[in-house]
């Protein structure tokens, strides 16, 4: 089967149709650049688009810790539909926090969690992988803070990840709170590092400093504060601007094209598993627990 034949479902699955919620507005979010943004409704994320190099740069804006609750990321789904539809020429997605990018899922989803509720959060965060894990427009993770977990699942699933160091840490923790990460976790992982690394990252729940990330190439870059990271970012997208559109994503998508695969056909059985999962007394035992260590910080 010719290449071209082979992804021409995933362009297909990745053009869904685009959600009317999302708000367009002529927002100039920098007085430098001719910009123009949009923003969900409950601005939990925001979308500045740079109308001379056609970047998005969006930044997730649920303070404190932009924990990855169902509302961001319905709002999240929103944005990269529109971004594929307007066949963006780019995403840098960032923090407005000036220490975290994203603490990952937000617990309070999985801790005590109504059946209904829990069921949107996880069919929600499949999506929200499968449309940046799967888009056709290039995309870069500028880290500016910690970025366990969801975090760091949202990073790994763009293309390039340039991250501020020396102080902030990245990686898939789960088994640290007691839980595993779901099999496209892991592919999100050794699509990026060596399945050795990642088997290794993932039975530890290791966290990894700036340093240690770049190094087995977790990161691809670090960045001396967010400016320097959105600039190194800037350029990695232009860079990609320079190559056919057509073979560029149709080399992304060929790369990506088994794990895309992979949870479009078991979406059901992976949501029956981490229903089952996250409700077991042992895991409530361990997230309530997790919880609490996070409030003893203080
Ligand atoms: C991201 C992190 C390093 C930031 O540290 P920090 O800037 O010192 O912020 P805090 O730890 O004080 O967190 C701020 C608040 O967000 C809450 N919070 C942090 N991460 C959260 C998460 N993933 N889900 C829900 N709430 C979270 C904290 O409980 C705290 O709530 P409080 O103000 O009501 O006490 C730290 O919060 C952390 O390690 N979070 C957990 C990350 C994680 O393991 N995620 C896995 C989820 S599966």
């Keep these: 089967?010719?290449?071209?034949?082979?992804?021409?479902?995933?362009?297909?699955?990745?053009?869904?149709?685009?959600?009317?919620?999302?708000?367009?507005?002529?927002?100039?979010?920098?007085?430098?650049?001719?910009?123009?943004?949009?923003?969900?409704?409950?601005?939990l994320v925001d979308v500045a688009v740079n109308e001379e190099t056609g970047i998005s740069t969006v930044t997730l804006q649920r303070l404190p810790v932009n924990s990855l609750n169902l509302e961001l990321l319905?709002?999240?789904?929103?944005?990269?539909?529109?971004?594929?539809?307007?066949?963006?020429?780019?995403?840098?997605?960032?923090?407005?926090?000036?220490?975290?990018?994203?603490?990952?899922?937000?617990?309070?989803?999985?801790?005590?969690?109504?059946?209904?509720?829990?069921?949107?959060?996880?069919?929600?965060?499949?999506?929200?992988?499968?449309?940046?894990?799967?888009?056709?427009?290039?995309?870069?993770?500028?880290?500016?803070?910690?970025?366990?977990a969801g975090g760091c699942l949202l990073a790994l699933s763009c293309e390039y990840r340039v991250m501020v160091g020396p102080k902030y840490t990245i990686g898939l923790n789960e088994t640290q709170l007691g839980i595993v990460a779901p099999k496209w976790?892991?592919?999100?992982?050794?699509?990026?590092?060596?399945s050795r690394q990642t088997e290794l990252a993932l039975s530890t729940g290791q966290l990894f400093t700036t340093d240690e990330a770049l190094k087995i190439g977790l990161i691809d870059e670090i960045a001396t504060d967010k400016a320097d990271a959105i600039a190194k970012a800037e350029k990695f997208l232009l860079r990609m601007s320079k190559i056919s559109t057509t073979a560029r994503k149709l080399a992304k998508l060929s790369c990506r094209q088994e794990p895309l695969e992979w949870l479009v056909a078991n979406r059901q059985k992976d949501l029956q598993e981490f229903m089952g999962f996250v409700t077991l007394p042992?895991?409530?035992?361990?997230?309530?627990l997790y919880l609490e260590s996070l409030k003893k910080k203080k």
């Design 1 to 43: 089967m010719s290449l071209g034949r082979q992804c021409s479902w995933l362009l297909r699955w990745s053009w869904q149709p685009y959600m009317s919620a999302v708000t367009r507005s002529c927002v100039g979010h920098y007085a430098t650049r001719p910009q123009r943004g949009f923003s969900s409704s409950e601005k």
């Design 185 to 194: 976790f892991q592919y999100s992982m050794r699509n990026v590092i060596s």
């Design 74 to 148: 319905q709002e999240l789904c929103t944005i990269f539909d529109a971004l594929e539809k307007d066949r963006s020429r780019g995403m840098i997605l960032t923090s407005a926090s000036s220490t975290v990018f994203s603490a990952g899922l937000d617990i309070l989803e999985m801790y005590k969690p109504k059946p209904d509720r829990v069921t949107a959060f996880w069919t929600t965060l499949q999506d929200t992988w499968l449309k940046l894990f799967g888009s056709s427009y290039p995309t870069v993770a500028a880290i500016n803070g910690h970025s366990p």
């Design 282 to 288: 042992a895991v409530q035992k361990g997230l309530d």
